[in-house]
């Protein structure tokens, strides 16, 4: 299935942004596929047997988009990048809740081998990924925001382009750079 016209959907967030309830939902409908889509690419990632489904977690981000006030939505791109944040949220606050009753025992997993792109490596807590991007952010938010927008979001190069306004080279630059501190980080924190 092709992606929904990036006009399409920045006519309807602003519609929904002027208080048009009924483009919200016209708009779920055009970009539900593409938000399960990521929702299940994100959920792959997790240990066998994880409770959160894809569905239950597009369904948490659309309550969590559908309580935003009076948020001014640029375009697709800015759509999606607040999408993935909120998936974010929605798994680390699951990850947090479920370290809590086991405590400690059953965090999630992710493998960061993908966001980081050295095949092979071992899965990492997801906790200490959002730490780390915690900490990433705290000196350099733009790479932390790429690495949100393409592990979290699925965005592509040239849509984190767009959302963080840079070229497409300081994204691939930017990416490169976090995946590396990302791993070291990572390593680091299993010592």
């Known amino acids: 299935m092709s992606r929904p016209s990036p006009n399409n959907v920045t006519e309807l967030l602003r519609s929904w942004s002027g208080g048009d309830q009924t483009a919200l939902d016209q708009l779920i409908q055009l970009v539900y596929d593409e938000i399960h889509r990521i929702a299940r690419r994100l959920m792959a990632r997790e240990h066998p047997g994880h409770s959160l489904q894809a569905t239950a977690l597009v369904n948490e981000v659309y309550l969590r988009l559908i309580d935003q006030e009076s948020v001014e939505w640029h375009d697709r791109a800015h759509f999606f990048a607040a999408s993935a944040q909120i998936m974010r949220h929605i ?3 699951f990850a947090r809740k479920k ?24 899965e990492v807590d997801l906790l200490a990924l959002n730490e780390a991007l915690t900490d990433l952010a705290a000196f350099d938010p733009r790479k932390s925001q790429v690495v949100e927008l393409k592990f979290f979001g699925g965005l592509s190069v040239a849509e984190t382009a767009v959302v963080l306004k840079v070229s497409e080279e300081t994204v691939l630059r930017d990416w490169k750079l976090a995946k590396a501190w990302l791993l070291k980080e990572l390593r680091r924190e299993k010592v």
């Open 91 to 93: 798994l680390v606050d």
């Open 99 to 122: 370290r809590f009753l086991k405590r400690g025992g059953g965090a999630l997993r992710v493998s960061i081998s993908e966001a980081a792109g050295a095949s092979g490596d071992p």
